[in-house]
């Protein structure tokens, strides 16, 4: 009893501090804390990229996304290796009572949108089966040329997602996933499986000598920015779908 009453009261300790002071999430990024934010952005970047690297497009996207967001959310971006830290994050956050335990109603508020490029788009659909097994809901999923690592599987979307959609281009030593399709089609909408092929139609990026010379096509699919605004259009279509869900439910 003493020791679950000390864990209790450390739980509790670390929520209050956490509230008066920025938050670290343990990749070392900085956020500040929401509590009980209206909406959840986590992205993930790609290959061994830094998250706060400033010339890679899930870092500029979330940049981006900030500004157009509802103030009391709450927009990170990850290593795609360090996703147990998101799921950590994730339920943090949802935990509005602080008690360590998520209720039922904590996991029906949660209004999640999940993104990544390349390693961190398999990220994301890993993170998502995470967050089913929990029994929490995510709004939308985004892949960018995803790649699975070999212990991964990022083509099929499970049914805790409301909607999916999926950006690829075919060429080159490292493409994209062609194509992802849902556990249940009638709780998960595909939106789309979007083909580039920037050998016919090749665009303008800072692409360092490595990319230029292995990896073009996956490069410029990272930074194509025809992409990028697709996504934001789709985050700001999902979030205004939501709000006047929210607004109607609050006026009946």
């Known amino acids: 009893m003493l020791s679950q009453f000390r864990s209790r009261l450390c739980f509790a300790l670390a929520g209050i501090a956490a509230l008066s002071a920025p938050m670290f999430s343990a990749d070392g990024a900085v956020a500040h804390s929401k509590r009980n934010p209206t909406y959840i952005v986590v992205g993930f970047v790609g290959g061994f990229v830094r998250h706060n690297n400033p010339h890679h497009g899930p870092v500029q996207f979330a940049e981006r996304v900030r500004q157009t967001m509802p103030d009391d959310s709450y927009v990170q971006v990850f290593e795609n290796r360090h996703r147990k830290n998101a799921l950590k994050t994730i339920l943090r ?16 508020q949660a209004r999640i949108i999940l993104y990544g490029q390349s390693w961190g788009g398999s990220a994301v659909v890993m993170l998502a089966r995470e967050l089913h097994d929990a029994g929490i809901p995510v709004l939308l999923t985004v892949q960018v040329d ?3 690592k070999p212990w991964q599987q990022d083509r099929v979307i499970p049914d805790n997602v409301g909607a999916a959609v999926n950006f690829y281009q075919p060429h080159g030593l490292i493409h994209g996933r062609p194509e992802i399709i849902a556990a249940d089609p009638s709780r998960t909408h595909i939106l789309g499986n979007y083909r580039f092929d920037y050998r016919q139609s090749p665009i303008q990026c800072d692409l360092s000598w490595s990319d230029r010379v292995f990896t073009p096509s996956h490069a410029q699919a990272e930074c194509d920015p025809r992409i990028w605004s697709r996504v934001e259009d789709l985050v700001k279509e999902r979030v205004g779908s939501e709000t006047s869900a929210l ?4 006026w009946h």
Not at 247 to 250: D, P
Request: charged share 30%.
């Open 93 to 108: 956050l949802l935990d509005s009572d602080r008690n360590g335990t998520l209720t039922e109603a904590e996991k029906e």
């Open 146 to 148: 995803s790649v699975a």
């Open 247 to 250: 607004n109607v439910a609050a």
